[in-house]
Nanobody
Framework: VQLVESGGGSVQAGGSLRLSCEVSGFTYTKYCVGWFRQAPGKEREGVAVIDRDGSTGVADSVKGRFTISVDNAKKTLHLQMNSLRPEDTAMYYC????????????????????WGRGTQVTVSS
């Protein structure tokens, strides 16, 4: 199983970034896949997920600003992040989770199986 993130960087508040995650080694339609983040000194937080039925879910903290999508042909997961805020600063990870119980369960990261090395997002005020 491999999940390789890219697209992080530094932006000013209000800016946008698009993260990508190339997945391989598993059939992602059989799992919940998505993004979580972790800032220094804080617990990891589920950000956005796609469950195996294609339903999507995002955390309340990013609702209306972040959108998750998947390119089936390229087996790539994307996270479009708009209206970024300094509190969005964190390492962002792509993850595979056991799914089928709904996006709210996926967002809790309870059944996380694999994750990538992460990509850093820094938002300055």
């Amino acid at each position: 199983v491999q999940l390789v993130e890219s697209g992080g960087g530094s932006v000013q508040a209000g800016g946008s970034l698009r993260l990508s995650c190339e997945v391989s080694g598993f059939t992602y339609t059989k799992y919940c896949v998505g993004w979580f983040r972790q800032a220094p000194g804080k617990e990891r937080e589920g950000v956005a997920v796609i469950d195996r039925d294609g339903s999507t879910g995002v955390a309340d903290s990013v609702k209306g600003r972040f959108t998750i999508s998947v390119d089936n042909a390229k087996k790539t997961l994307h996270l479009q992040m708009n209206s970024l805020r300094p509190e969005d600063t964190a390492m962002y990870y792509c993850a595979q989770m056991s799914g089928g119980w709904g996006t709210s369960i996926c967002l809790r990261l309870t059944y996380i199986n694999y994750w990538g090395r992460g990509t850093q997002v820094t938002v300055s005020s």
